[in-house]
């Protein structure tokens, strides 16, 4: 998405570039049309050679809270990666049916860890994996806002733009019709 943002941002500069050259031809016309009209553009002062007008076109620098998304995501990535070395799935399968036997049994003490080694080492176990799952959930969730706002930005753009190509290509067709008429 931060790279369409930045085609789309290139592409309003040429759209905007193309309408500072449509505006410079018809001064061309103009004065290739009447002798007045080429009275009034030797005198009129003449606009800077530098850069194109922007026509209120903010800089592009992409969403930072969809880039901040982004680089919080890597570092709980690498993260995860760095605590899970093996990434294997290993087999408790026996284990885990004796924690199920014990916590029916012991489903009493609900508020706190249960005596037993075994289970309060599973309890843990489920802790950190659920503190995990909502921590790779929270990265989720950043992760499309960040994306939601990117989309809304650059939908506001590809509005701007669409008023901006209208209008050139109305201008395009007038001065088009210009020309044929000299």
Do not use: C
Not at 9 to 35: A, F, G, P, W, Y
Not at 69 to 91: G, I, V
């Amino acid at each position: 998405l931060v790279r369409q943002g930045e085609a789309l941002k290139r592409t309003e500069q040429m759209v905007d570039k193309m309408e500072q050259d449509l505006k410079t031809s018809q001064k061309h016309i103009n004065s290739i049309k009447s002798v007045w009209g080429g009275l009034v553009n030797y005198f009129k002062a003449k606009p800077p050679e530098s850069k194109p007008e922007q026509n209120g076109t903010p800089e592009y620098y992409g969403n930072s809270r969809l880039k901040e998304a982004m680089m919080s995501s890597k570092e709980q990535e690498s993260k995860y990666q760095e605590s899970h070395p093996n990434l294997r799935k290993l087999d408790n399968s026996g284990l885990l049916t004796l924690f199920y036997t014990e916590y029916l049994v012991s489903s009493v003490q609900r508020d706190s860890y249960p005596r037993n080694q075994h289970l309060r080492a599973y309890h843990q176990k489920i802790d950190n994996n659920l503190d995990e799952m909502s921590s790779g959930l929270s990265r989720l969730k950043n992760l499309a806002l960040g994306l939601q706002t990117e989309i809304d930005e650059q939908d506001d753009m590809l509005d701007r733009l669409t008023k901006k190509v209208e209008t050139l290509d109305v201008n395009i067709k007038s001065t088009d019709k210009k020309v044929r008429q000299l």
